[in-house]
């Protein structure tokens, strides 16, 4: 069995593709790195800002577009993947994590902006929604933040991103 990644691309097509497969590459690298096992599912939609916008407001009552959200099903401890902390889909077997939501728009915006390539900032923002998803949050400038943003780096690095220290 392996791990089961929904990609749905939502986005217009006036905005250049983010491919299912750098997606699934990442979060999969994301759930190597954290020794993420047994198999999990995750579902991804790729919108533009007005489809984000939609989805932070219905979601988190924020009426304004953001680059990623992260939907959580299970509150995991950061660090230290324990899969009896969710409960696996009676279905399937997988072990359903949650969804993401990411403005392809913001991604090409903020690509630009920082001198990214859009895959660059595609994985990034992934990445650190994956690792959302996994418990870890960033919710203050100090300890938690600098972990996050070192996981983040280690998992760009294994998907062959070198990006910024």
């Given amino acids: 069995m392996q791990h089961k990644i929904y990609v749905k691309n939502n986005a217009p097509e006036r905005i250049p593709r983010i491919g299912a497969i750098l997606i699934r590459r990442v979060i999969?690298?994301?759930?190597?790195?954290?020794?993420?096992?047994?198999?999990?599912?995750?579902?991804?939609?790729?919108?533009?800002?007005?489809?984000?916008?939609?989805?932070?407001?219905?979601?988190r009552?924020?009426?304004e577009p953001t680059d990623v959200l992260s939907f959580p099903l299970f509150k995991f401890k950061p660090g230290a993947f324990d899969a009896s902390d969710g409960e696996p889909d009676i279905a399937t077997g997988?072990?359903?994590l949650g969804d993401?939501?990411?403005?392809?728009?913001?991604?090409?915006?903020q690509a630009e902006e920082l001198g990214h390539t859009r895959e660059y900032e595609a994985a990034y923002l992934?990445?650190?929604?994956t690792l959302h998803l996994?418990?870890?949050?960033?919710t203050d400038e100090g300890a938690d933040k600098a972990e996050m943003r070192a996981r983040e780096r280690a998992?760009?690095?294994?998907c062959?991103?070198?990006g910024p220290e």
């Fill in 155 to 158: 998992i760009l690095r294994i």
């Fill in 61 to 63: 009552g924020i009426d």
């Fill in 160 to 162: 062959g991103f070198g």
């Fill in 94 to 96: 997988l072990l359903p």
């Fill in 28 to 59: 999969k690298a994301a759930f190597e790195h954290e020794g993420v096992e047994p198999m999990c599912e995750v579902s991804v939609l790729i919108t533009d800002d007005p489809g984000i916008r939609a989805v932070n407001l219905k979601f």
């Fill in 126 to 129: 992934v990445i650190h929604s």
């Fill in 100 to 109: 993401i939501a990411l403005s392809a728009e913001s991604v090409m915006r």
């Fill in 134 to 138: 996994l418990g870890y949050d960033h």
